[in-house]
């Protein structure tokens, strides 16, 4: 048991992303503890949450904010017993790399033919297939926040056209913005390669099915359509992935999120030959990198500081 300190302790609540870790990186500033010693317990002041088990954050009377280890926080809002505190996500600079990193890496594979050229490797075929410039190549993204709009950036500098697809209107220079249910179809019928970084709300829940990727632009130079999803699993619907990879509907994937996670082993995604799968792998939130700046939040908090890069609780994210 820890002793308690004028700044109260901090409950981690991690169920992933090595939670030892940051209990002892958050501890080497101020109390923190995975256990909860009581059903109320006056002496824990912040959360820090992935996937907590629902109700674990109820009984904390002097909760002064949850910050979730995620850019995303539909993990946390499942939780229908969660206080109403304020509840920060990440927003940081290393993480928004990675995501950057996974996006242009992927687009690139896609544009540039890696599969074919793997499968050339193994036939040891030396050829040459056409090869279409990046502004041929009309990337579409689904989610201009954050980590859409850094990848839109990265993007517009390979020398891609970059279309971009929001709740609100937005506008962002060199990018086609479209938004709503109303700018949904034109942004479909312009897009090669779908790049989704959404967040899971009752809004976007399985908006990625058959009918969505079958509105997608068919005559562009890369033969099809691709899909890279590296937002949520529970916004596409696999099965109908799988259906659209079979008939034609879409050439290729990267899926880096699944309905389920893991991805269960009998699922045909894993060894579906056009698609690529990594393990929610993406963008991960390392403590070393976010716990230094989740302190500092919390000390400035303490010294009366309002809190930034809260989520809305009423739009989901
Ligand atoms: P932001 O909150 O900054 O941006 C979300 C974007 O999605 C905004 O542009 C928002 O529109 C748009 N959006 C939300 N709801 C809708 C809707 N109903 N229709 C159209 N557009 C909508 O989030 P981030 O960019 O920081 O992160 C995006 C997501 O990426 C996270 O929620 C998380 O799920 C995922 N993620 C995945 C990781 C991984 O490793 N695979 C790592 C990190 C994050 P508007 O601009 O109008 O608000
Ligand atoms: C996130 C994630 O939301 O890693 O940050 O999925």
Redesign the pocket.
Known sequence: MSMETDHGRVLVAVNKYDPDRWVRIIGAEREATRDRELPVDPSIRYAVVWSQPAGSLTGLPNLKAIFSV???V?HLLADATLPDVPIVRV?DPG?TRH?VEYVCWRVLDHHRQGRQYRKQQIARLWHEPPQPSASQIQVGI???????RAAARALLALGFSVHG????E?SFEGVTCR??AGGLRDFLAATDILVV?????R??HGIVDHALLSQLRRDGPLGGPVLIN???GKLQKDADIVRALDDGTLTEASL??FETEPLPAESPLWSHPRVFVTP?????SDPGELAPAMLRQMAAHDRGEPLVNLVDRT?G?
């Open positions: 995620g850019a995303g539909d927003v993480l995501m689904m989610g201009l926040g954050h980590l859409g697809w929001s709740r609100r937005q938004h709503g970084l959404l967040p899971h709300t809004d976007t590296a937002g949520r880096d999120v929610h792998a993406a963008a991960t739009a994210y």
